[in-house]
């Protein structure tokens, strides 16, 4: 059984580029949830997508933006990066109902703006 | 101010001893997760605990949640080199309609020490 599968695993952007991450949920998950991990720091909540639109959102700016497809996997986009984007972006799905109980999160992207 | 605090940050022990770690709010949870991450690698789930009180077990593992659902531990039995990690707790608040919002502590990394 597949679990959440993120791609690119790594990631070498220029200041003020544009980035595109993918995410794949686990078979049977119909929610994804973007999080941003900072070196040594919980992961924090970005947005979530459930029926191809964006529920939640967390504190993060407009630059920061996402997709969600019929098959229930996810894009998350962010433009004009800053140095402060360098960070490891967490891909986590579930199924709706029972998102509260837990996540299933992928390996992540690392990405490293210079 | 982070929404939960988590203590100690870091925990450096010898194989054989036990240990505690914190999680505290003040703040009410409706559900609260412990994950343990490993160095390139997403959070894996360990246990949701959804009860005021309530204790679970996971082998050496040993999670309570405070009667007041603002408050956790996770207690760990003659810990091992295995035991290695970035232990994260998350709680989804009570109200609103936050399916899966998860709230992450920064996290306590533990090396356990052969």
């Known amino acids: 059984d597949a679990g959440v599968t993120q791609s690119p695993t790594h990631l070498i952007k220029t200041r003020g580029q544009q980035v595109t991450l993918r995410c794949s949920p686990k078979?049977?998950?119909?929610?994804v949830s973007w999080y941003q991990q900072a070196l040594g720091q919980g992961p924090q909540f970005i947005f979530q997508?459930?029926?191809?639109?964006?529920?939640q959102r967390g504190n993060f700016p407009d630059r920061f933006s996402g997709h969600q497809f019929p098959n229930y996997s996810s894009e998350l986009n962010v433009n004009a990066l800053l140095l402060g984007d360098s960070a490891l972006y967490l891909c986590?799905?579930?199924?709706?109902?029972?998102?509260?109980?837990?996540?299933?999160f992928g390996s992540g992207t690392r990405l490293t703006v210079v | 101010t982070q929404l939960l605090e988590q203590s100690p940050q870091f925990l450096s022990i010898q194989e054989g001893e036990n240990l505690t770690v914190y999680c505290n709010s003040s703040s009410v949870f409706s559900s609260l997760q412990w994950y343990r991450q490993e160095p390139g690698e997403g959070p894996v789930l360990l246990v949701t605990v959804v009860t005021g009180g309530e204790v679970k077990k996971l082998k050496r593992l040993t999670f309570q949640f405070g009667d007041a659902r603002k408050d956790s531990s996770l207690h760990i039995t003659a810990a091992q080199p295995g035991d290695t990690g970035l232990y994260l707790c998350a709680g989804a608040l009570v109200g609103g309609t936050s399916y899966g919002k998860l709230t992450f502590g920064q996290g306590t990394i533990l090396t356990v020490h052969p």
């Open positions: 986590a799905s579930s199924i709706r109902d029972t998102s509260n109980y837990g996540y299933t």
């Open positions: 078979s049977g998950h119909d929610t």
């Open positions: 997508y459930y029926e191809e639109e964006e529920r």
